[in-house]
């Protein structure tokens, strides 16, 4: 069993930046794939990164494309999203969630193995 928690949410401006976090207890994360979602109120869940389990490779859609990186540190359990040039529409609660083998593809939410509880990102006009 792996328990995920995501921190690093919070207000602010646009055009500003959060660093979100994602650490993973319970078993190592080594091997497991993870993904950021995130969800707005009266939206459908969406993806926003996705990251292999060696750090190797990573994916992110169009619509975060060139402001939000996704990266992970294994010797340290954690993923993490740096979100820069952050707008409006990004107000959400981001999750991470992880993905073992065999894996499925990226964004597959109803696959996804563990989740997180979210954290709130809030960004102010």
């Known amino acids: 069993q792996v328990q995920l928690v995501e921190s690093g949410g919070g207000l602010v401006q646009a055009g500003g930046s959060l660093s979100l976090s994602c650490v993973a207890s319970g078993r190592t994360f080594t091997g497991y794939n993870v993904n950021w979602f995130r969800q707005a109120p009266g939206k459908e869940q969406e993806f926003v990164a996705g990251?292999?389990?060696?750090?190797?490779?990573?994916t992110v859609p169009d619509s975060v494309k060139d402001r939000f990186t996704i990266s992970r540190d294994n010797a340290k359990n954690t993923v993490y999203l740096q979100m820069n040039g952050l707008r409006p529409e990004d107000t959400a609660v981001y999750y991470c969630?992880?993905?073992?083998?065999?894996?499925?593809?990226?964004?597959?939410?109803?696959?996804?193995?563990?989740w997180g509880q979210g954290t709130q990102v809030t960004v102010s006009s």
């Open positions: 969630a992880a993905d073992v083998p065999p894996y499925t593809y990226w964004g597959d939410s109803p696959n996804m193995d563990y």
């Open positions: 990251i292999n389990w060696s750090g190797g490779f990573a």
